[in-house]
DNA sequence: GTGAAAGCGCTAACAG
DNA sequence: CTGTTAGCGCTTTCAC
């Protein structure tokens, strides 16, 4: 197909009888250059179609490359896929390429992963981590800015979600709708900081209310199947729950299906994290929604910063939640 | 913090007392060295925390970066995320870095985003393309390989999903099930090439079952709006439609949503594309599903041969999609 | 087995 | 305003 050899630096500067400093100033637009000279070696550029080779550029100068790393466990998730959106969006805004890579949970494959990216002189690296220690030992290590990202991750910069404050709100909502049983439907114990947080809010807001916990009321669901058989036992309860709080997605669509099945349409239902097609279940789902894009945002906005000299110390960055209620269960009470 | 500079390859070579090129002997495992050697000089690799500069490695070596670039419109959209997410494993499983961009849909940003991975030297580069002329142009000048991922661009080599063959599938399902009025939802005339063949489909699966098309089924519907107030028109008509097709998402939830606060859920619903959610809808949704992260798996397949020196013309490879039934209306019939 | 020299494509530092 | 020299971190080539 095309030349197999790409032109350089040096084949333009021939070219327009510069030179290759002269080609530099003009293509990065620094030093003086006299006009008709731009123009020429402007000319040539354009006709070889020559680019500038940014790897070539990065070792000469230096410093860090002009891209930064992200690393997510599974892009087959939507959240993950609209965070790296975001971080995308942000990243380019500012001239720089992200480079891609998933650790699918497994913290050897993260830091394998974050080897690659400092071995490639990234600016920044961001993660959802896995485990997350051997990432920062390696980018501390490096002289990297690292920001952990939706989860914390062991004394070091980060961005999360308010989970907590935004399941004690949206529990709050319930209560202060009227309903007093209010079961949660999530893994037990959560094993990820994001799920305990949530379980620790729907604490906090039965706590505010006075809302003494009935532990019965709070369900190890794992999966949706999981999900859908706690709810139905929870239905059947002498004192049943008028309102479910679900603190993840699969146990948000097993509440959903198992009431759809059962026809309890009165019972509310709130979930942690919005879905594309919320409002057209039945029962309607209301929701803490979360915005992963603007988590991936901030998370490059904060390395940016650390890149920029900040050296205060490591710090949290909470992005609010927003609550859509949807539904009249939720909005009414029971 | 860390150490300011990184270490190098002198710097190790002189803390073992060998010279540089040994090191890169021992770092690439290529030449013989001494074992005694290679010992001493993985210690101080070890301790100096050292990682060769795969930057500088592409340079010396000219051949291209050990990069893929992948540029998808819109990361929110989970087929999106599921596509670079199939591309991601099967890149890094064959030693391949990712390189992530937008392009928001917009020819100009594809073109600058193309333009950036080119200058790092990407070895090959998967584009959903907005348009993607100027990015064939470009990688057919810098003779990189080019894959456009989901739908085709102008006479290059493609990897789409089996958009006619499926909704034909899928279509024809609802005619075996003993449909005959098969309504069409989708946006009219159709603009992406996905849409445009899953019409095509549409129209296949009614010619071979024999019903002629009722152009009065196939109804415009560009959101989900849309398609909710397409739907109640059809229902209305004096023969209306006992089974609807929905091109796409939108459609599909529109349909649902309608159909759902109208009480009819005798009507069959088949969407193409697959739902997270769509066994848990009222009325539950039949799916033509893709094979988003396998589309970006191929992809990538392709792009590797074709960089292994593979110069046959330019192909289409068609990843196949898979018919889900869920519903009585669909299986049962009308 | 090992090393010295040269050079990938580019830019920093100094001339002129 | 423009050119020369040197060198980023690495690998290639060829010598020992």
Known sequence: MGMERRSTLHDVAREAGVSAKTVSRVVNGDGPVAAATRARVLAVTERLGFRPNLLARSIRTGGP??????????LGNPFFGALAGGVEEAA??????????????????EAEVVGDFLARRT????????????????????????????????????????????AREGVAQLLGAGHRRVAFLGDLPPELYTRRERLAGYR?????????VDEVLVADARTTADAADAVLRLLALPDPPTALFASNVNAATGAVLALGRAGRREVAVLAFDDLPLAEVLDPPLSAVA??????????????LARLDGDDSPPRTETVPTRLVLRGNPVMAGP
Not at 92 to 109: E, F, I, N, Q, Y
Not at 134 to 159: S, T, W
Not at 204 to 212: H, Q, T
């Open 92 to 109: 380019r805004a500012r001239g720089l390429t992200v480079l891609l890579g998933c650790s699918g949970g497994d913290p050897v494959r």
């Open 65 to 74: 490359d002009s891209t930064v790393g992200l690393v997510v466990p599974d």
């Open 204 to 212: 906090d807001a039965l706590a505010e209310a006075g809302v003494p």
């Open 290 to 303: 979360q915005a992963p894009a603007e988590l991936g945002a901030a998370a490059v906005r904060l390395a």
């Open 123 to 166: 600016a920044a690296l961001l993660v959802v981590p896995a485990a997350g220690g051997e990432a920062l030992a390696q980018a501390g290590a490096a002289g990297v800015p690292l920001v952990f990202v939706d989860r914390p991750g062991p004394d070091a910069d980060c961005v999360v979600s308010s989970n907590r404050a935004g």
